[in-house]
């Protein structure tokens, strides 16, 4: 039986809660359920996880979630975006800001995949960038809808649009 792993969602505001997260092992084969056909997520790379990070669009659609690890930035969500983070096992805490900072940790198993929101929420002066832990089963009902992020907002720690990749295979 797989082992369920936690998420604490924190936000610097002050304000804390906790979310248990069931990572979601990716799918191996597309699915169309009507609306178009889902995404694919490959499984991750030997020995690491991964996490996919989307934003299925809704409020703030100009603003980007610019999402950081440890001060560094990972890649920003555009509306109607997604990309995939492979991790090595361990606690992950990433960031998103505008006015203010919202903060997700995670504990990352090996080969096990994880699913993150970004929602972009009112603020005083702008929107507000959320992060919360998400399923393989809320992913897949926005992701005929979502594109892999453009290749200026892939840092170099995001795995490449896997797409594309499978396109060059075949």
Known sequence: ?????????????????TAQVAPAI???TKADDGKGTKKVIPTPP??????????????????????NENGERLSALGAGKYFILPVDP???SYTVKSEATDLLTLEVEPGETYYVKCKIKM??????????????EE?????????????????????PNPDVEAAKTE
């Open 90 to 92: 361990g606690s992950h």
């Open 1 to 17: 039986m797989k082992k369920l792993m936690g998420a604490a969602l924190l936000a610097v505001a002050g304000m804390a809660g």
């Open 139 to 159: 992913f897949d009902k926005d992701s005929h809808k979502l594109k892999y992020v453009d290749g200026d907002d892939v840092g170099p720690k995001v795995l």
């Open 46 to 67: 030997d020995g690491k996880g991964q996490i996919v990070f989307y934003r299925p669009g809704g409020m703030g659609f100009a603003l980007g979630c610019g999402v």
């Open 26 to 28: 990716a799918k191996e």
């Open 123 to 136: 603020g005083i002066m702008v929107g507000r960038p959320n992060i919360a832990p998400s399923t393989q």
